[in-house]
């Protein structure tokens, strides 16, 4: 996702399932969905500008405490803009549903969507967008709420309305209405609408249950879990700005799509916050890289970063593995350069596997700065002081397995991807529109928590306040600020 030069600003829906309250009425039993991901536009990574773009991104979203962190400026809103970008898939919300793209993140817990009244009107990115008045489930809930950020903070009130996705629905959502002071720049590109978060409720923002766990509570999903394949563009020069990005499961798994067992491990402790995994093993080049044993070594497995944040001792200790290596200093420490005609051979290992992933060469290769020299994919993340876990493992990792995101026992499981789903990798074609198909189940919503702070103490803290008893939190963010 290229970092726009220009100010964009937009009104979003932070959007986040609640708790469900009752079944559906003898429906039949649901099916499990898919829905394909589409492929953000191809970034250009040949800059500086972009690297510091993507540290900030992380350290904000994460809620990391770098030695020179001087920018609290919102960046904690952009993702996914290194190598592949974002991937994202469809949703449709309201009545008659209007069907909308979103980021599709396991590494948060809301969902949000642009918003029709919020547009500005020198804004030319074509952004769509969600227009309350056009719903005739819309219900103004008219209570307070604040989401506070380094640079500034959104107010507003909140609503209800109804969201679907791959065949699922989810009755009676809250959403707000109000004014953002600051926020990052990037979050949004068309044909994007806004991003939902696919972790556990207990980092939601807002307090509310996300969409995939109201239908997991209530036994909605065939499994309760949730599953992704997603391609590779990054080494391919006639990209388009939008190609097929792979496939999005919800309560099955496609076996077409993978070979062989799927090697599950259990989030440590059995209680989902983000979709833990304790990093066991990381080799560089066939070296071992020592690594601390338990919460020392915890990963988030996020499909919403593309980059692979660790520890800054051990990042550096990796890249001492890696001949000609060099870390980067001022805007864009925590990154390491190396020479680009070497190959990197990586492989990570999580729980009790004795399984090793491999990491593509194409993948680890984050961008490449000048004729010679290369700039890696896993990048110095602090994490002390925060609610997040020291590793973020996301998309350069996640490219290269068949990822599976199990609610019941909470548990994220890898499998070898197979020749068809390999075989998409790098093919141009048409992307798929957003569509609204039939639905297959319905759940009603419950009441909606207070909030959590999951990066608490830091000044990329994001907290709720005044969050009514409802099905769905959302929140509608007016003059959403996008700046470089």
């Known amino acids: 996702m290229y970092l726009l030069p220009h100010t964009l600003a937009v009104s979003c829906l932070l959007v ?46 994460y809620g990391s405490r770098s030695a020179q962190e001087k920018r609290a400026s919102g960046l904690n809103l952009l993702t996914n803009q290194n190598a592949d970008s974002s991937f994202y ?4 919300v309201g009545t008659p549903a209007i069907s909308f793209d979103v980021i599709l993140d396991t590494g948060s817990s809301d969902l949000w969507l642009a918003a029709s009244d919020g ?45 679907q996705m791959a065949g699922f629905e989810v009755s009676s959502q809250a959403f707000g209405r109000c004014v953002v002071t600051q926020v990052s720049t990037g979050l949004l590109t068309s044909p994007v609408s ?39 563009f990054v080494d391919v020069a006639e990209a388009q700005e939008n190609e097929p990005g792979g496939t999005f499961n919800l309560g099955a798994v496609n076996t077409s799509l993978f070979t062989g067992d799927i090697d599950y491990q259990d989030i440590p402790g059995g209680k989902g916050t983000y979709w833990i995994q304790e990093m066991t093993g990381l080799t560089v080049n066939g070296n071992s890289v ?17 980059l692979v944040g660790g520890p800054p001792d051990i990042i550096d200790a990796f890249y001492a593995q890696v001949s000609g290596s060099q870390a980067l200093t001022g805007d864009n420490e925590g990154y390491y350069t190396y020479p680009c005609d070497t190959d990197v051979n990586v492989t990570m290992r999580f729980g009790d596997s004795t399984i090793s992933w491999p990491i593509s060469n194409a993948d680890f ?15 110095a993340l602090s994490t ?71 990066n608490s103490g830091t000044n990329g803290a994001v907290s709720l306040f005044d969050t009514p008893s409802g099905t769905w939190a959302a929140l509608l963010l007016s003059g959403l600020s996008l700046f470089l």
């Open 16 to 61: 986040a399932a609640q708790q469900a309250a009752a079944a559906p009425n003898a429906a039949p039993q649901p099916v499990p969905r898919s829905i394909p991901l589409v492929r953000r536009a191809r970034p250009n990574r040949n800059s500086l500008d972009w690297l510091r773009g993507q540290k900030a991104h992380l350290e904000s979203k």
């Open 89 to 92: 898939g469809s949703i449709a």
């Open 119 to 163: 547009l500005s009107a020198n804004s030319s990115d074509d952004i769509p967008t969600f227009d309350a008045n056009s719903s005739s489930t819309f219900n103004d809930l008219n209570t307070n709420f604040e989401i506070s950020y380094g640079s500034g903070a959104a107010r507003g009130t909140l609503g209800q309305d109804v969201v």
């Open 194 to 232: 806004g991003l939902m978060g696919l972790a556990f409720q207990s980092i939601a923002s807002s307090g509310a249950t996300p969409f995939w766990e109201a239908l997991s509570d209530n036994g909605a999903l065939d499994q309760p879990l949730m599953a992704f394949q997603l391609t590779r």
């Open 290 to 306: 020592s690594l601390p044993s338990g919460s020392g070594s915890y990963a988030a497995i996020d499909t919403g970063t593309t």
């Open 365 to 379: 290769l984050l961008t490449q700065v000048s004729r010679s020299t290369c700039v890696g994919g896993f990048f």
């Open 384 to 454: 002390a002081g925060t609610s997040a876990p020291p590793w973020i493992v996301g998309d350069t990792f996640l490219k290269n397995v068949y990822s599976v995101f199990r609610a019941t026992p909470p548990s994220v499981g890898f499998a070898a991807l197979s020749d068809a789903a390999t075989a998409m990798n790098g093919k141009t074609g048409a992307a798929p529109s957003p569509t609204i198909g039939e639905v297959a189940a319905t759940v009603t919503g419950s009441t909606a928590g207070t909030g959590s702070d999951r």
